[in-house]
C-alpha cells in the first residue's frame, strides 16, 4: 500500500501549493491512502468546513488536525459534521470530534489512521501512551495498517512514542513543530518514523507567522496580532510503502518542494 502524509497545511499560501502538487505526487507514487494535516489550513489558525472541503476533494482520505484546531470558534461544528476530520484521540472523552478512523480502500483492503497528541509543553490532557495502546487493541483484527499522526511539541516524547509503537503500527510521523526533522527512518521492527514531518506553509516566516510580529512577541513578551507569512511557500510530505498483509513499513521518503539550499 502506497501512503502520502501531508505536513500541516499553514493558510492559503500552504493549501494553494498542496493543490498543485498533491495530484502529481498522487500519480507519481501510485497513492492508495492519502492523510492531510490541515490543523491550519484556516487563515493559520484550525480549519473551517470550506477548506476541510478543499482538502478532501484533492482526494483525502483523512484530515488530521491539534491543539490549533479550537482557535476557531466553530471548530466543534466541523468536527461534529464529518468523521474524516480528527482531533486526537487523548483529548477527554466529551470532546467533540473523534480520534481515529477505519477507512475501506476497496480491492486495498482497510486502513486506521490515529492522531494523538503530546503532554510535554502542551495541554495537561489525557495519556497519549495508554491511549494509543486502547486504540490499537480496538483496532486488532480491523486491519494491519495503521498511520499515526503524533502532534506534539518535544523531540524527546515523539522518539518514546516511535520506539513504544514500533512494529505495533505502520508509521508514527511527527506534525506541530512545522520544522521538518532530518530523522526519517524505517525502526528495527518495521514501523515508519519522524520526528517531525514540517509544514507545508510559507517559511519565510517563524512557524509561519509575519517575521516582524513573532519577533515583536519575543522582544517584548507582549502578545502580537498573528498575522500570516505569504512567501517562500513550500511543501512537506512522507511517502510510506507498507505491506498490507502485515502492515510493515518497506520505505519511506520525505518530500519537499521546492527543497531547501
Given amino acids: 500500500m502506497n501512503i502520502l502524509f501531508v505536513g500541516d497545511i499553514v493558510g492559503s499560501p500552504g493549501l494553494e501549493l498542496a493543490s498543485a502538487l498533491i495530484p502529481g505526487y498522487l500519480k507519481k507514487y501510485g497513492v492508495d491512502?492519502?492523510?492531510?494535516?490541515g490543523e491550519n489550513a484556516t487563515g493559520g489558525k484550525g480549519i473551517?468546513?470550506?477548506?476541510?472541503?478543499?482538502?478532501?476533494?484533492?482526494g483525502a482520505h483523512?484530515?488530521?488536525?491539534?491543539?490549533?484546531v479550537w482557535d476557531r470558534w466553530d471548530s466543534k461544528k466541523v468536527l461534529s459534521g464529518d468523521r474524516r476530520i480528527l482531533r486526537p484521540?487523548?483529548?477527554?472523552?466529551e470532546t467533540a470530534g473523534n480520534g481515529f478512523i477505519i477507512v475501506d480502500l476497496g480491492n486495498k483492503g482497510k486502513a486506521a489512521i490515529v492522531n494523538l497528541q503530546g503532554r510535554v509543553f502542551m495541554q495537561p490532557i489525557d495519556?497519549?501512551?495508554r491511549s494509543a495502546d486502547w486504540v490499537l487493541s480496538e483496532i486488532q483484527g480491523e486491519t494491519k495498517i495503521i498511520f499515526v499522526d503524533f502532534h506534539a511539541d518535544a523531540t524527546a516524547e515523539k522518539m518514546a512514542m516511535g520506539w513504544h509503537l514500533d512494529g505495533k503500527v505502520t508509521a508514527v510521523i511527527g506534525?506541530?513543530?512545522?520544522?521538518?526533522?532530518?530523522?526519517?527512518?524505517?525502526?528495527?521492527?518495521?514501523?515508519?518514523?519522524?520526528?517531525?514531518?514540517?509544514?507545508?506553509g510559507p517559511y519565510?516566516?517563524?512557524?509561519?507567522?509575519?517575521?516582524?510580529?513573532a519577533i515583536k512577541r519575543l522582544l517584548t513578551g507582549t502578545p502580537h496580532k498573528y498575522e500570516l507569512a505569504?512567501?517562500?511557500v513550500r511543501l512537506c510530505a512522507v511517502y510510506v510503502q507498507a505491506e498490507i498483509e502485515t502492515g510493515r513499513a518497506r520505505a519511506m521518503e520525505h518530500l519537499v518542494y521546492p527543497p531547501f539550499g
Fill in 230 to 232: 505569504s512567501h517562500d
Fill in 127 to 129: 495519556d497519549p501512551f
Fill in 204 to 213: 519565510d516566516s517563524v512557524l509561519g507567522m509575519r517575521k516582524e510580529q
Fill in 89 to 93: 484521540l487523548n483529548y477527554p472523552r
Fill in 62 to 68: 483523512a484530515i488530521t488536525t491539534g491543539n490549533h
Fill in 48 to 58: 473551517s468546513e470550506e477548506h476541510a472541503r478543499a482538502i478532501f476533494a484533492l
Fill in 175 to 200: 506534525t506541530h513543530t512545522h520544522t521538518p526533522t532530518a530523522d526519517g527512518r524505517i525502526l528495527p521492527r518495521g514501523s515508519a518514523y519522524m520526528t517531525d514531518v514540517g509544514m507545508t
Fill in 33 to 37: 491512502l492519502l492523510i492531510v494535516n
